[in-house]
């Protein structure tokens, strides 16, 4: 179990129940935010496969406009289906992000087991809060010099959106401290 509090971006919070099950990773979570003055949430349900590549996400959002879900099935080898239809547009992307989640860039993170001055690029399928809608999203993650007792530092750059920032884990991998998004509390 973990738990964030969204900062500065909008204001809400996040709740994240994981599971393991045989040989998957199943992470259940869920999202609430007023953001621009618009309250929504999201609900998502993750699935991974033993070396933390997402296979499978179903992701349902809620707002004023009415209820929506889309579902992401991955093949394991970056090739993706979207509500079933093929999306060659995600080829190469391994993991989903959820632009509604801290939680999700874990994901990379555990899978990659980057070394301190090791850098990756890691595309994802993002999937936009609360609308869902699924783009590509080039990132990238270097591994930094851990900061004493405060965890394990990664250098995190999302250039389609100029930004770039220090991201702080915990030992499980999980986000501590994401600048002007989220804040752990649990």
């Known amino acids: 179990m973990a738990a964030w509090r969204h900062v500065d971006a909008r204001v809400g919070f996040e709740v994240l129940f994981l599971r393991r099950e045989h040989d998957v990773v199943r992470l259940d979570g869920y999202s609430t935010a007023v953001q621009e003055g618009e309250a929504w949430g999201i609900r998502y349900t993750l699935t991974l496969d033993e070396e933390w590549v997402t296979r ?3 992701v349902v959002g809620q707002s004023a406009q009415g209820e929506q879900e889309i579902r ?61 809608r699924v783009e590509r999203l080039e990132q990238s993650y270097a591994r930094l010099e851990d900061d004493g007792d405060e965890g394990t530092r990664y250098d995190y750059a999302a250039p389609a959106f100029a930004f770039r920032t220090i991201l702080t884990y915990d030992q499980a991998g999980f986000v501590l401290d994401y600048p002007g998004i989220a804040v752990r509390v649990a």
């Open 56 to 58: 499978h996400a179903r």
């Open 72 to 132: 992401l099935e991955g093949d394991g080898s970056g090739e993706w289906r979207v509500d079933g239809e093929p999306a060659p547009e995600l080829s190469g992307c391994l993991d989903v992000d959820l632009e509604a989640s801290a939680c999700t860039n874990a994901l990379p993170v555990r899978r990659l087991g980057l070394q301190i001055g090791e850098r990756a690029e890691a595309p994802a399928a993002y999937v936009r809060a609360p609308i869902l």
